[in-house]
């Protein structure tokens, strides 16, 4: 079966409360209208929400007669998730491994900033004011 594409940003946040928790159809239109500051609408989530079902991602519950039908991701569906962030993890990497200096002193990688001095006219990173006093002994 061909794998399931997330090409926008509701889709992944979608996924990323499935992960949490079952959630309503109207939590997941309410929590990302907050979090991507946008009017979402019903056509941009009850589709994807088929499609999960569809593949097997998630299934369906409806708790009592007054109560909001929940969705919830199956252990496939939880793998389908890990994937998509294993995904986003390795573009995140792409995006800020250039961006990393590393400490002089202790080794780490360091992301904006840090700490820098000039030590025998040369700029030396340091992830802190600790490990250039450490450095220079």
């Known amino acids: 079966m061909?794998?399931?594409r997330v090409t926008n940003m509701a889709k992944f946040y979608m996924l990323l409360m499935l992960n949490e928790k079952p959630v309503a159809g109207y939590g997941i239109i309410k929590?990302?209208?907050e979090r991507l500051e946008?009017?979402?609408s019903p056509?941009?989530?009850y589709p994807?929400?088929?499609k999960?079902?569809?593949s097997g991602y998630i299934k369906t519950g409806i708790p009592g007669a007054r109560e909001k039908k929940t969705y919830a991701l199956t252990p496939e569906?939880?793998?389908f998730v890990k994937r998509m962030l294993m995904h986003f993890g390795d573009l995140v990497d792409f995006a800020v491994e250039p961006r990393l200096t590393v400490c002089a002193h202790c080794g780490?990688?360091?992301f904006e900033g840090g700490h820098r001095e000039k030590i025998k006219g040369k700029d030396v990173v340091f992830c802190c004011v600790h490990c250039a006093k450490a450095f220079k002994g």
């Open 77 to 79: 569906g939880k793998a």
């Open 38 to 40: 946008q009017k979402i």
């Open 108 to 110: 780490c990688k360091v």
């Open 43 to 45: 056509g941009q989530v």
């Open 48 to 50: 994807f929400l088929a």
């Open 2 to 4: 061909k794998e399931l």
């Open 31 to 33: 929590s990302l209208s």
């Open 52 to 54: 999960l079902e569809g």
